[in-house]
């Protein structure tokens, strides 16, 4: 019955001569909900970007979605990552330029889609994010919790089968973070979305169907 | 993709674009006015001649009269043959040729400047026809065309007779000579070849300058306008090198200013201008797109190619040259506005029109003031949008290659 989406399988990444993953393995069920915790420097995000297929790594393997993500080229990559997966980061990482909705649509631009389109996707998903008012606010107008609900907007656009978040509750206080924490949760149940959350609160990772620990670039 | 986000990118990160937007319009600005200013001098410069419908002057230089006496031609005007006025009407180019006889007339202590003109032309001395203030215009015969300041001195009107050495002339009309071009100004108009005639039994022409019933001592041409420098040429070897040969050209040079002077100094300040706007341009495209890294690793990371990021940033430096080119021509369209308000005095020289030295003004150059005809023509302004939009897109095809080289992962870092 189970059913993994990411497999991955003795994977290694040095940078020059600095081992930062070591000989990792492991394997994400499809709609789990996995938590990664370990300690600043532990090598957390550096497994996060090989396995979401944002760096390649020095050896192993990686499997994502049925996808063998070493061997593809940059833009297959691109529009492998377009159809299947969304980003969640610490910071948020909207575009300055863009408005709200303009920011959740943007996964869509290349897309050959009418604008209209477009933008009835990104309002009824910032509507389920409770920011229907504030669709046409620049992020430098918004609080860090509806940068980061926006940036979840725009990580579900294009109704992705895993979500990768990286401490996506860093830069909130802890209310606000809670309140994400629980979007991300509904959305894991509602949608049965894999969602792999790298943080260092033991007490959110503990809300997670699994929590792997990492030390020193390896899982525990 | 997003075309409505360009201007929001202009105005949110305006110091970076503006100094470009700026730069670019005004170097455009440069571009068009430099370009403007070097056509509306050589434009003016048509001006003198096409007061006279015509397009290339010819007079040839000999001796001074041995007396002033009689009827003598003046030193910047003297015979020009018959076969020669024909060869140079069967030349390649030439339209049309206007004879003219210029005599100086000197009578019982009075003296009179008296054009001979060929009543039935309508060029060089036939402009005289839009000047005329009473009676009416030349035809052949004993008839004579005065100028209304010299008739008012001479107490004399129309319907009267006027004595030109020796013979009579009855006045049919008075002209406003003052006004009328001043290649052509003269106190007594008559008939060409009263004219002719008057100077073949002129002992003092003859003596100086021989003269037969057929020549002529002013020519005015019409030509096609590419062939006026070719011809100007090929005039000065048939006629001599004593022959002004005034054009557009003749005046030009006498301007001496620096737009008037060379093409090429309009061509090497138009480099300098375009090297140095390319520069901004490129230094805020390439800085643009470093500046951008991360947001451009965030493109990379939801599904952009670099395709994608490369049209984006492409048509977005695009629409800035647009927006440049347009605040260019805009600013230039102002300037040359300006500019044409400005006036330039074309120095006619005094052998174009020769008034003698005893006369008030005699001996002095003339001047045609006009208004600099500074015009942005509009494959003018099509050339400097698409120069715009060409230097945008080398430019940002160029920088754009940079994109690749921005991983994705590099979104995660530095947090
Ligand atoms: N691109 C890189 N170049 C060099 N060193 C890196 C790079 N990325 C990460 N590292 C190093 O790898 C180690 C693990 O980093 P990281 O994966 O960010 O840890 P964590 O997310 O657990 O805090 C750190 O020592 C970091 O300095
Ligand atoms: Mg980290």
């Known amino acids: ?220 | 993709m997003q075309l409505i986000s360009v201007w929001r990118e202009i105005r949110l990160r305006w110091r970076r674009h503006f100094t470009a937007i700026l730069g670019l319009s005004i170097g455009l600005c440069l571009l068009l006015l430099l370009n403007a200013l070097s056509n509306a001098y050589k434009e003016a410069t048509k001006i003198p001649l096409q007061d006279v419908g015509a397009d290339i002057s010819i007079q040839r230089n000999g001796d001074v009269p041995e007396e002033l006496n009689g009827v003598v031609f003046s030193c910047s005007a003297v015979t020009i043959q018959h076969h020669e006025i024909e060869a140079i009407r069967n030349m390649a180019g030439v339209r049309s040729v206007a004879q003219a006889v210029l005599l100086w007339v000197f009578q019982d202590d009075q003296f009179a400047m008296v054009l001979g003109i060929e009543p039935e032309s309508t060029l060089g001395p036939g402009r005289l026809k839009n000047y005329m203030v009473e009676g009416r215009y030349l035809t052949n015969g004993k008839e004579a065309l005065l100028d209304e300041s010299f008739a008012r001195e001479q107490g004399l009107t129309v319907g009267d007779s006027v004595a030109v050495a020796g013979q009579s002339f009855s006045v049919v009309g008075l002209v406003a000579a003052s006004q009328a071009p001043k290649m052509v100004v003269a106190h007594i108009y008559i008939p060409l070849d009263e004219a002719q005639a008057m100077a073949t039994v002129s002992e003092g022409v003859q003596k100086v300058s021989p003269f037969s019933s057929q020549d002529a001592n002013v020519l005015f041409l019409t030509a096609d306008q590419e062939a006026i420098p070719a011809l100007s040429a090929s005039l000065s070897e048939v006629m001599g090198k004593d022959t002004a040969i005034s054009t557009p050209d003749t005046f030009l040079r006498k301007l001496g200013t620096m737009f008037a002077l060379s093409d090429r100094f309009s061509a090497a300040v138009g480099l300098i201008i375009l090297v140095v706007t390319f520069l901004l341009v490129f230094k805020t495209v390439a800085g643009g797109i470093h500046e951008r890294a991360r947001e451009i690793a965030v493109f990379k990371c939801i599904g952009w190619t670099n395709g994608n990021i490369r049209k984006q940033i492409v048509s977005e430096t695009l629409a800035q040259c647009l927006l440049a080119a347009a605040i260019g021509t805009a600013l230039a369209v102002i300037a040359s506005w300006l500019l044409s308000l400005h006036t330039l005095d074309i120095m006619i020289p005094w052998e174009m029109a020769p008034t003698p030295h005893f006369l008030p003004g005699g001996g002095e150059p003339v001047f045609r003031t006009v208004h600099l005809p500074v015009q942005l023509s509009l494959p003018l302004i099509g050339i400097a949008f698409a120069l715009s939009l060409g230097l945008g897109a080398i430019i940002s095809l160029f920088c754009t290659n940079r994109i690749s080289k921005i991983k994705p992962s590099e979104v995660l870092r530095h947090e």
């Open chain 1, 1 to 220: 019955m189970n059913n993994p989406i990411l497999v991955a399988a003795n994977l290694q990444k040095s940078f020059a001569d600095l081992a930062v993953v070591k000989n990792v393995s492991l394997s994400l069920d499809e709609g789990e909900f996995v938590s990664l915790v370990g300690k600043s420097g532990s090598g957390k995000t550096t497994l996060l970007s090989l396995l979401s297929s944002l760096e390649l790594p020095t050896s192993g393997t990686v499997s994502l979605c049925g996808k063998d993500i070493i061997k593809a080229s940059e833009s297959e990559l691109a529009l492998f990552r377009r159809a299947n997966i969304g980003f969640i980061f610490q910071s948020f990482h909207l575009i300055p330029t863009l408005t709200a909705w303009e920011n959740v649509a943007a996964p869509l631009f290349p897309e050959p889609m009418e604008q209209r389109i477009r933008r009835e996707r990104a309002v009824k998903l910032l509507e389920e994010m409770q920011l229907g008012h504030r669709l046409e606010h620049l992020p430098s107008a918004l609080s860090g919790g509806e940068k980061q609900r926006v940036a979840i907007a725009r990580a579900l656009i294009n109704n992705p089968r895993i979500i990768f978040a990286d401490e996506p509750t860093g830069n909130l206080d802890s209310q606000t973070g809670q309140s994400i924490m629980e979007t991300l949760h509904k959305v894991n149940k509602e949608q049965k979305l894999t969602i792999l959350m790298v943080t260092h609160d033991n007490e959110l990772a503990g809300n997670a169907d699994r929590t792997l620990t990492m030390q020193d670039g390896v899982i525990q």
